[in-house]
C-alpha cells in the first residue's frame, strides 16, 4: 500500500502527482485545513471525464488513463447568510443629538454607490487545478530478478520465487524495508537503490 503524502497546492497552477498506480486519489482542504466536502467537482484526464460530489473528508478517487495531463474542478456555493460589515459602522445623522455637528466620518451606505454590486448578490467560486500526472518508471522482469537475487543473498528469504514478485518476495520486502528503516511498502521497485548498496559494498 502507497503511504499518502500531503503537499499545498495553489488554485491555478500546474500540479505535479506521481502515480503508483492507475487510481488517482486527492483530498482537497481548505487554508485552514478544513475538508472541501460535498462539494460538486469534475476531474477530466484526456477525454474521460469524472463528475462527483467530495467525501466528507474532501477527498475523491478515480482509476484514470495513464495519460500525462488533467484539471480538476471543484465549485465552492456561494456563501449564505448576510455580507460581511464593518466593525464600527457610523452612527445615522439622525441619531446625533439636536444642533450637534455631523458626524464624522460622515456615514456611508450602499445607496451612495449605485453602481456597486450590492454585498448580498454573492456568486459561487470554482477552483481550478492544472495535473501532471506522471507514472513511475517501469521494473522490468530482469530488474526484479536481480532485486530477488540481492535479497536472496543478504538473508531474506523468498523460498524460490524468481521474476514476477510473488508474496514471499514481498514479505522478504518488507522485512529489509523494516530493518534499515524504511517505509513497509513491499515493492521491490521501492528497494533497488538500497539492496544494491547493501549488497555491492
Known amino acids: 500500500m502507497v503511504s499518502p503524502r500531503t503537499a499545498p497546492v495553489r488554485t491555478g497552477n500546474t500540479s505535479t502527482f506521481t502515480l503508483k498506480q492507475r487510481r488517482l486519489h486527492i483530498v482537497l482542504l481548505d487554508p485552514r485545513e478544513v475538508p472541501y466536502a460535498n462539494h460538486e467537482y469534475v476531474l477530466t484526464v484526456g477525454r474521460t471525464e469524472h463528475c462527483g460530489r467530495t467525501a466528507a473528508d474532501g477527498s475523491l478517487t478515480h482509476e484514470v488513463p495513464g495519460l500525462s495531463a488533467g484539471e480538476l474542478l471543484l465549485k465552492l456555493p456561494a456563501p449564505s447568510g448576510p455580507g460581511p460589515h464593518c466593525a464600527a459602522e457610523s452612527v445615522p445623522a439622525s441619531a446625533a443629538p439636536r444642533g450637534a455637528p455631523p458626524p464624522y466620518p460622515p456615514p456611508i451606505s450602499d445607496e451612495d454607490f449605485p453602481d456597486a454590486t450590492p454585498a448580498d448578490a454573492r456568486e459561487s467560486v470554482t477552483l481550478h487545478w492544472v495535473l501532471q500526472l506522471q ?67
Open 135 to 201: 507514472s513511475p518508471a517501469g521494473f522490468d522482469s530482469d530488474a526484479a530478478r536481480a532485486a530477488q537475487e540481492r535479497l536472496h543473498n543478504l538473508g531474506f528469504s523468498i523460498d524460490g520465487e524468481r521474476g514476477a514478485p510473488g508474496p514471499r518476495t514481498r514479505a522478504a520486502v518488507r522485512a529489509f524495508q523494516r530493518r534499515h528503516g524504511l517505509p513497509e511498502t513491499g515493492q521491490l521497485a521501492d528497494v533497488q537503490r538500497e539492496l544494491i548498496r547493501q549488497h555491492d559494498a
